[in-house]
């Protein structure tokens, strides 16, 4: 089961659900054209707005100004055409450290199969109260992994999101007000790239962790006894 969560976070948007993936490129080819116009457009009225500032001031917009200016419009632009492959990049490089993650770190395998041998001189209270810790975890297990299979695939939608609409969102990244609305989505597509790193951590140290478990130890001698080794 651990191993087919690992797998699930180390593939590619297109091998995750190559439909997804084809319509979210559609999509981002199809913005293409509309935000090179809108990036357009606000290099236009940043120019003007510039323009009005020099007039005032009785100066004129130099070359060197100008080509000041214009460079970061020409980055975006060039973000914009390949953001397809700008986003697809990340994701390597992120699948990249997680197969690191997965080779450096040793794999655990959690046997919880195995059934309790309650000693015969345990009373029935003492039965109940390890019967109940049994059904405990096993709950908090099977929530567990729902979790992560939920965790797992709300992560996709959210790249999958990113990367359609990558190219409005670089087009906005030069405006005053709009470029908070960029930074906001950058922010949270390196901290989904990131979740997603830990999500491999947390799955690998898990099993670790709970080799040596209650569930799996044998009951034997007095109740108290058992609870403290």
Not at 23 to 36: D, R
Not at 58 to 70: A, C, K, N, P, Y
Not at 172 to 195: C, M, N, P
């Amino acid at each position: 089961m651990m191993d087919s969560y690992l797998e699930k976070l180390n593939l590619s948007l297109q091998a995750f659900h190559p439909e997804a993936n084809e319509w979210m490129e559609t999509l981002s080819l199809t913005l293409l054209p509309i935000s090179a116009i809108l990036l357009c457009i606000l290099f236009y009225m940043n120019f003007q707005e510039l323009h009005h500032q020099f007039l005032e001031g009785e100066g004129r917009i130099t070359v060197d100004f100008f080509l000041h200016m214009s460079w970061k419009y020409l980055l975006i632009l060039v973000f914009i055409r390949y953001s397809n492959q700008i986003v697809d990049t990340f994701v390597f490089f992120h699948n990249v450290i997680g197969q690191g993650i997965q080779e450096t770190i040793p794999t655990a395998e959690m046997d919880l199969s195995r059934e309790v041998e309650i000693h015969p001189d345990l009373t029935l209270r003492e039965n109940y109260l390890i019967e109940s810790v049994r059904a405990i975890t096993f709950f908090a297990i099977w929530t567990s992994e729902i979790l992560v299979q939920a965790m797992i695939a709300f992560r996709f939608i959210q790249l999958y999101l990113f990367k359609a609409l990558a190219p409005i969102l670089a087009a906005s990244a030069v405006h005053s007000e709009w470029g908070s609305v960029f930074k906001i989505a950058l922010k949270r597509f390196v901290s989904v790239l990131i979740q997603g790193i830990l999500l491999i951590l947390l799955i690998k140290l898990y099993p670790i962790l709970t080799s040596i478990d209650f569930n799996v130890r044998n009951i034997e001698g007095e109740f108290l006894k058992n609870l403290n080794t």
